[in-house]
């Protein structure tokens, strides 16, 4: 029997490169006894060395044999959740998409995920995933983009999303993505959006983020620091991870 493969925020790919930047500037600092000039990479020796000791721990945090934070957090949502029909923006491996699943094996699920080539996921990851787990839920994976999603979509009792919106690339206001998904909520539906929603690269200005929820007819019910409901370690609680992630959640009125 198939185990599950569900792939950790962290890409493999971005360990593997800050190792061996790390490794390479480390072999050349040392040579500084024969050529003095090899003292430049002292520098950018240490810059990856911290890098990589962000990215590794917290790959190993997210990891079950690290401490599971990945589901832990995946957990924080799912025990928001109600409603029969739920859509899930951004579901990756289809991870918290199968803990809905088994939460509530009676609902109708919707994943979708652009899936692009920098990350570890795909559709085909997801179907093989609930296989994997004998899920029966009826559950449909979809291929779009968060910021124009389809009309065919459907509209749903409940819709997730997990530190996707600021992910989108195709524009450059993230707010867009947070309106499309509440264009698709039932009235009295319920949204449960974790993001790096304090981090004011992806959003520059913070009271849009409730506007853009008070034009779509919606109101917050809740609004928390990630590290509020969360005893993050280091370094998840770094502001490079997870330090400006918040959780809100609301109701469409």
């Known amino acids: ?12 790919k971005a360990v593997a490169i800050f190792g061996v930047l790390t490794l390479v500037t480390i072999v050349l600092s040392f040579f500084a006894f024969i050529n003095l000039i090899f003292l430049l990479f ?3 020796a240490v810059v990856f060395c911290y890098i990589f000791l962000i990215v590794g721990m917290s ?14 957090i995946h ?29 509530k094996p009676e609902s109708e699920l919707v994943g979708i995920d652009y899936w692009g080539d920098d990350w570890e996921y795909s559709k085909e990851l997801c179907i093989g995933n609930f296989k994997a ?26 819709i997730v999303s997990c530190l996707t919106f600021h992910e989108v690339k195709d524009v450059e ?17 319920k949204f449960i959006f974790l993001d790096l929603f304090r981090d004011n690269k992806y959003y520059t200005v913070y ?20 590290s509020d409901i969360l005893n993050l370690p280091f370094p998840l609680k770094h502001t490079k ?13």
């Open 1 to 12: 029997m198939h185990r599950p493969k569900y792939k950790p925020w962290i890409r493999s």
């Open 42 to 44: 002292i520098v950018p």
């Open 59 to 72: 790959r190993l945090w997210f990891s079950r044999i690290g401490g599971d934070y990945q589901s832990k």
């Open 75 to 103: 957990s924080l949502i799912v025990s928001r959740i109600v409603g029969t029909r739920i859509l899930d923006i951004g579901c990756g491996s289809g991870h918290l998409l199968s803990k809905i699943a088994k939460t």
């Open 133 to 158: 787990e004998n899920i029966t839920n009826k559950v449909e994976f979809r291929k779009e983009t968060a910021s124009n999603l389809p009309n065919d979509l459907g509209n749903f009792d409940c």
């Open 173 to 189: 206001d993230k707010t867009i993505s947070i309106n499309e998904a509440l264009r698709h909520l039932n009235k009295g539906g």
């Open 207 to 226: 009271k849009q983020i409730e506007e853009a929820i008070k034009n779509s007819q919606c109101t917050i019910t809740e609004k928390l620091g990630l």
């Open 241 to 253: 991870v997870l330090g400006n992630a918040e959780l809100i959640v609301g109701i469409k009125t």
